[in-house]
């Protein structure tokens, strides 16, 4: 009886060490606080569904380390391959990454820029789409019309406010976005409450690629920029 107490008490602190072990790794990595606790609930499933101690009692010291050991290990592997499989927003220039940051369908993303001619603010209201593959141009706001804005009916809702132009229910869908930080249109682009000033993060003039994918695939999805 007290062989076996000790073993529980050996295989207890095995697993304990490895959770801790296993929760350095999760709360290292660039995550949200909610995606943190799911990880962790997951864990504390995953434990209660296997019975360790019954494990335990049925095999040595050194064959319950190895056991033990090896659902750790297996339980990592999970663990990373969901992380790897959730969805992100990539923003890449011809000199790297500028933006990469986790989403989910119905993630806002906002771009504010300056009319090159009007000079005029110039607010476009997407989100990523429900695939979570692309956005979706849902409205749109500026002070001026000009080139290259909408305004017909077939481009959406219009309607004045409190001196803005607002285009709402446009619904325009986009694989990607393709966007060039100039000299004077003081761009910028928020993903969900994060804000992105680009002329603090890329030279002038240079091109910006907007993507979604899951996160092992963005590494190798690079874009060809031209400049």
Known sequence: NDDKRIKKL???????????????????????????????????????????????????????????????????????????????????????????????????????????????????????????EGFVLKSTKYQSLGVGLPFSQGDGDFREEDGWFIMDNMNRNFPELSIRNGVTNEEKVYVGDKEYELSKLMPLGKELHLYVAPLYKGWYMKKEIRS
Not at 84 to 113: C, H, K, M, N, W
């Open 10 to 132: 050996r295989g207890i602190e095995i697993i304990n060490f490895n959770k801790e072990l296993v929760s350095e790794i999760i709360f290292g990595l660039n995550m949200t606080k909610e995606n943190k606790i799911k990880i962790l609930n997951f864990i504390k499933d995953y434990e209660y569904k296997i019975n360790i101690l019954e494990v335990i009692k049925k095999n040595g010291k050194l064959e319950t380390v190895l056991i033990v050991f090896g659902l750790i290990i297996c339980l990592v592997i999970a663990v990373g391959g969901w992380i790897i499989r959730q969805p992100y927003l990539f923003g890449q220039t011809s000199d790297g990454f500028i933006i990469r940051q986790r989403v989910e369908a119905g993630t806002p993303v906002t771009l504010v820029y300056r009319h090159s001619v009007q000079k005029t603010m110039i607010y476009e209201y997407l989100e990523v789409n429900k695939a979570t």
